[in-house]
């Protein structure tokens, strides 16, 4: 597709159940980022891919998240036992590889742990 | 160390008037900064960026920002604010060789009709 692509974008979950959250990226990007953003807060940074390999995956909250990407390309982010604190917008973004690039958003996963 | 400091959380202008949007950065390395634009309920979208290129840059909607290393400063500006640029503004900070995007903590712009 010519964006990024996130879905669902309305997620709602009791707390204890398991999410997945993907992410189709620009064709072609080679990094991928997951990043939250919850109400009054700012961009919260939480994993980067290069390819298939995460080398920083410092931002992750906990054990309970778990990030993966297949392929070079899409992305499922994993949230175990979710509380209701991990309620935010989940975003996602590519870019190509170079540093004086810029990322590209998806629309975001909302998610909601009631 | 690097991070990006927003020094103003609330704008409020009159529409016709100037915005000037604040943003400093720290680091020890050449950045490529971007400022990023979310309207509510809306994805990120890019408004500029600076590359080592030029120190000032054009981005759309008529809103430009000047990078100045003597002061580790990258400010958006716009001449004249519209009721359309009401949203929430982030200046984003990538370092070279690094690809981490480090994001500031936001502007939130209003304009008054």
């Known amino acids: 597709g010519a964006g990024v692509s996130q879905s669902p974008s309305n997620k709602v979950t009791e707390k204890g159940k398991d999410v997945e959250l993907r992410c189709d990226p620009i064709?072609?990007?080679?990094?991928l980022y997951w990043y939250r953003q919850s109400l009054g807060q700012g961009l919260e940074f939480l994993i980067y891919?290069?390819?298939?390999?995460?080398?920083?995956k410092s931002g992750l909250p906990s054990d309970r998240f778990s990030a993966e990407r297949t392929g070079g390309s899409v992305s499922t982010l994993t949230i175990q036992r979710t509380q209701q604190e991990d309620s935010a917008v989940y975003l996602c973004?590519?870019?190509?590889?170079?540093?004086?690039?810029?990322?590209?958003f998806g629309q975001g996963t909302r998610l909601t742990v009631v | 160390a690097q991070s990006v400091t927003q020094l103003d959380s609330h704008v409020s202008v009159s529409e016709g008037t100037p915005v000037l949007l604040r943003c400093n950065y720290s680091?020890?390395?050449?950045?490529?900064l971007f400022w990023y634009v979310q309207h509510p309920n809306k994805g990120l979208q890019l408004l500029l960026k600076y590359t080592s290129a030029a120190t000032l840059v054009k981005g759309i909607n008529g809103f430009e920002a000047e990078f100045k290393k003597s002061e580790t400063s990258f400010h958006l500006t716009k001449p004249s604010a519209h009721m359309s640029d009401a949203a929430e503004y982030f200046c984003v900070v990538r370092l070279y060789n690094f690809n981490k995007f480090y994001f500031g903590s936001g502007t939130k712009l209003n304009v008054k009709p």
């Open positions: 680091s020890s390395y050449s950045p490529s």
């Open positions: 891919f290069q390819g298939n390999s995460a080398p920083d």
């Open positions: 064709s072609g990007h080679t990094a």
């Open positions: 973004a590519s870019s190509l590889a170079p540093s004086d690039t810029e990322a590209f």
